[in-house]
């Protein structure tokens, strides 16, 4: 099955700087690519996808970028700002069904 | 518009008591799953459904029951609960351009003690 690598596991920037995460699929035929923020103790939300027929795609302060030679996709985050600070997961989807595999999750913290 | 809801909130089990978690959805989503989050793990899909009638097992399906006789409606069931499956499940649910999972209920924090 799909597998889905994710790093780092812990993020900490400045406020106002850039946060990068990145992440690794195994199954070349995976067509589907969310990220999900989640607060402490909250849902988890969708911020933002990215399908396999696309490189990047932005929305405001956020971009998603994908390498299907490499297998691997990232989260970039511009002029990060407190309200930021979560758990962000991403998540692949296989090529032969409907299941999301999602990566392990990355703390990012946006100090003052 | 509700979204998606699930209850109850929160449930404590005791080992081999069943129950059912209830998951509820009013946005039409044909498609809809349930996941447990543990520390460290991330989310696990346990169970998904395309549409009413049709169901498929996730990553870690065993000790779970499902069934999708609405549209609406995708409960999750527990057979006998074990200490292992302490954790919070969330439902989710997707249609239209994103046939996947966009919106997620509020979650259940399970004990089983």
């Known amino acids: 099955g799909e597998n889905v690598e994710q790093h780092p596991s812990t993020l900490s920037v400045q406020e106002g700087d850039s946060a990068v995460i990145k992440c690794t699929y195994s199954?070349?035929?995976?067509?589907?690519f969310p990220w999900y923020k989640q607060e402490l103790g909250k849902r988890p939300q969708l911020i933002i996808d990215?399908?396999?027929?696309?490189g990047e795609k932005k929305d405001q302060r956020i971009a998603v970028t994908l390498n299907k030679t490499a297998k691997h996709f990232s989260l970039h985050i511009t002029e990060t700002q407190p309200e930021d600070s979560a758990v962000y997961f991403c998540a692949a989807r296989g090529g032969s069904n409907y299941k999301l595999t999602f990566g392990k999750g990355t703390l990012l913290t946006v100090n003052p | 518009n509700a979204g998606v809801t699930q209850t109850p909130k929160f449930q404590v089990l005791k080992t081999g008591q069943s129950m059912t978690l209830q998951c509820a959805q009013d946005m039409n989503h044909e498609y809809m799953s349930w996941y447990r989050q543990d520390p460290g793990m991330g989310l696990r899909l346990i169970h998904y459904s395309v549409g009413a009638g049709i169901t498929d097992q996730g990553e870690v399906p065993n000790g779970y029951n499902v069934s999708r006789s609405t549209t609406e409606d995708f409960p999750l069931r527990l057979l006998s609960a074990a200490p292992s499956q302490t954790s919070v499940y969330f439902c989710?649910?997707?249609?239209?351009?994103?046939?996947?999972?966009?919106?997620f209920g509020q979650g259940t924090r399970l004990t089983v003690v």
């Open positions: 989710a649910s997707g249609g239209g351009q994103v046939y996947t999972e966009a919106f």
């Open positions: 990215i399908r396999s027929n696309v």
């Open positions: 199954d070349s035929a995976s067509n589907y």
